[in-house]
């Protein structure tokens, strides 16, 4: 893999990237950039190869080729520790972590930061706030509903606040609420965030930019409102849908 720079104006820039499992291409080719401050999103059926892509931005897969960088700087001239400060993941199996509280998971993260003690309280504090979880900080985790766990997990990388946020289903387990209170968050705090999600009518309210992949490749990307037209969702989602406005109406499968 080459490790030259990479001239973007761009928070995160991916190019060419190609990723296999078991010696299958689950990722081919695949291409985007994300200006600082955007929120984009990767969208598509089950098995697109979403979440894979996601993986080797926070190093839990390697890529077969292409490249990835960071406001300028490839991803493997930073150290684990500078990369793991400077982006934050929200994965789909982070993982009970047996025997910890809220309070003692959130604190997991920011420790690793080298903070004072007293930032680090006030953090965890605030995080544990805006999840709705003061009441439950020291209860132990395994308690928790999955709902409850997923915020815990989610005022964990507020707490953390890196410059990018990776985030993978975001609102799986969410309530209603929940689902517009935590990304409202991330959309105030003006980060530079990719997300994969399944519910569109998401997408169409928090990304700037979208990209369609199928069968491991980004077949088509723009501005939700452009791209999630009536023909899109029968050709790619297979149902008979289309957007009034930011409401997704569906007729049904197809």
């Known amino acids: 893999m ?18 296999a ?19 984009h999103g990767l969208l598509g059926p089950n098995g697109a190869g979403k979440t894979t892509l996601l993986r080797t931005l926070y190093r839990a897969s390697r890529p077969a080729s292409g490249q990835i960088a ?15 400060h400077l982006l934050g993941a929200l994965v789909q199996s982070a993982g009970l972590l047996a025997g910890l509280t809220p309070r003692d998971i959130v604190e997991i993260g920011l420790e690793a ?19 709705g979880l003061t009441d439950k900080a020291d209860q132990s985790a395994d308690r928790l509903s999955g709902g ?19 985030l993978d289903e975001p609102t799986n387990h969410l309530d209603l609420h929940y689902q517009l209170v935590l990304l409202d968050e ?12 399944h519910d569109l009518t998401l997408a169409m309210r928090y990304c700037h930019k979208v990209y369609l992949m199928q069968s491991g490749r980004i ?12 023909d899109m969702l029968m050709t790619h989602y297979r149902v008979d849908a289309e957007f009034r406005g930011k409401a997704l109406e569906v007729t049904g499968p197809i």
């Open 148 to 166: 409850e766990l997923q915020r815990c997990y989610f005022a964990q990388l507020l707490a953390c606040d890196p410059r990018i946020y990776v």
């Open 2 to 19: 080459l490790h030259e720079p990479i001239r973007e104006e761009a928070a995160l820039c991916i190019r060419n990237l190609s990723v």
């Open 21 to 39: 499992v078991e010696g299958r291409g689950v990722v081919r080719d695949a291409s985007l950039s994300v200006p600082t401050g955007e929120i």
């Open 219 to 230: 077949v088509a990307s723009g501005p939700p409102a452009e791209l999630l037209s009536r």
């Open 113 to 131: 930061q080298g903070l004072e003690r007293g930032e680090i309280r006030d953090r965890r504090d605030e995080a544990l706030g805006i999840v």
């Open 186 to 197: 991330v959309r105030r705090r003006g980060r530079t965030v990719l997300m994969c999600l």
């Open 70 to 84: 960071a406001f300028g700087r490839d991803m493997y001239s930073y150290s684990h520790a500078e990369w793991a």
